[in-house]
């Protein structure tokens, strides 16, 4: 048994498996800022800010709580937004590799894994940020070349 599943409960632990086993796989965009503070960067008061919210999180483009606001996937739509990932393999010259992964690293990605072969690194990038992460990582010192690949559907998660 791990350390995490002494805290809990055997019921617990049923409990989160089984809504595991139900859950849906998503991407969160979470705002992790408050009301007060959207607020005065959007130049109106907070309590404005609370009726577009709530109108906002009755449409379902948004789940607030206590100090966040995710929006939803409905909201992305809305906004125009490509949710795909693109998967960016990467070629990185053997001698440059420390400063370019390095470089790499702090760019726009949701996850970068170094592997093994033909590549380097494969680099996972929202659609959204595809276009800015490809400019960015083409100037780097070392990246000899990349290719970048679209997911068009999920086959299973």
Do not use: C, N
């Amino acid at each position: 048994m791990g350390y995490y599943e002494k805290q809990f409960t055997e019921r617990q632990l049923r409990v989160l498996r089984m809504l595991y086993d139900r859950s849906k796989s998503m991407r969160v965009y979470t705002v992790e800022k408050s009301q007060s503070e959207l607020a005065k960067e959007l130049g109106i008061t907070r309590q404005a800010l609370s009726l577009h919210l709530r109108r906002l999180r009755e449409e379902g483009l948004i789940r607030t709580g206590r100090g966040f606001i995710d929006l939803t996937e409905k909201a992305l739509k809305v906004l125009g937004v490509q949710t795909q990932e693109a998967f960016v393999l990467i070629k990185v010259e053997p001698k440059l590799r420390d400063e370019a992964y390095r470089k790499i690293k702090g760019l726009p990605v949701s996850k970068l894994y170094r592997v093994t072969g033909e590549i380097d690194v494969i680099a996972v990038v929202d659609q959204a940020h595809l276009d800015e992460f490809l400019r960015k990582v083409s100037k780097i010192e070392g990246v000899e070349r990349t290719s970048t690949h679209i997911v068009v559907q999920v086959l299973k998660e």
